[in-house]
């Protein structure tokens, strides 16, 4: 296993795994009731993301510049976002489920519901370098990076 993720009702959580698939599991049973595969890639997933109303999955998958979204209630179909990285990329939903950002070591970028394959905010980070983490503040439209490299917080106000 390689990354997991809770569904924000705590009902179902995503696991993901080397061969690149995600495993949904409905805690009220400890079952997996859906395997998600991925044909387009075969690297080990690197993160999963919920979106804050459960319904949407997104995924990145290690040393690849793919970013995919699930949709639960359009039976798992999915959308495909090529992310230019030059290193695994990391997601996170804003609180209201209108944006993903996605950030690797050098930029982030945020995509939006009404086209997610469109960033609606682009940000080069020129002296970030290092791995990247990205999250979304729990109340406002407020992003923040984390460098590891530098040691640092950037914050992002969308």
């Known amino acids: 296993m390689t990354d997991v993720g809770f569904q924000p009702d705590g009902l179902?959580?995503?696991?993901?795994h080397d061969t690149g698939a995600i495993n949904l599991w409905d805690i009220r049973t400890l079952e997996v009731f859906q395997t998600i595969s991925n044909e387009d890639v075969s690297q080990p997933i690197h993160q999963i993301a919920f979106s804050n109303k459960g319904y949407l999955i997104a995924a990145s998958w290690k040393?690849?510049?793919?970013?995919?979204?699930?949709?639960?209630?359009?039976g798992f179909g999915e959308t495909a976002i090529t992310f230019d990285c030059s290193s695994d990329i990391s997601l996170s939903f804003d609180p209201f489920g209108a944006y993903l950002m996605a950030s690797d070591?050098?930029?982030?970028?945020?995509?939006?519901?009404?086209?997610?394959?469109?960033?609606?905010f682009n940000c080069k980070l020129d002296d970030t370098g290092g791995s990247s983490?990205?999250?979304?503040?729990?109340?406002?439209?407020?992003?923040?990076?984390?460098?590891?490299?530098?040691g640092k917080i950037i914050e992002y106000s969308i």
């Open 63 to 74: 040393n690849s510049s793919l970013i995919k979204l699930y949709d639960m209630r359009k």
């Open 133 to 150: 983490l990205v999250s979304f503040s729990k109340k406002s439209l407020t992003a923040f990076q984390y460098s590891s490299e530098h």
């Open 105 to 120: 070591k050098d930029k982030c970028k945020a995509f939006t519901g009404k086209q997610w394959t469109q960033p609606q």
């Open 12 to 16: 179902i959580l995503a696991t993901g």
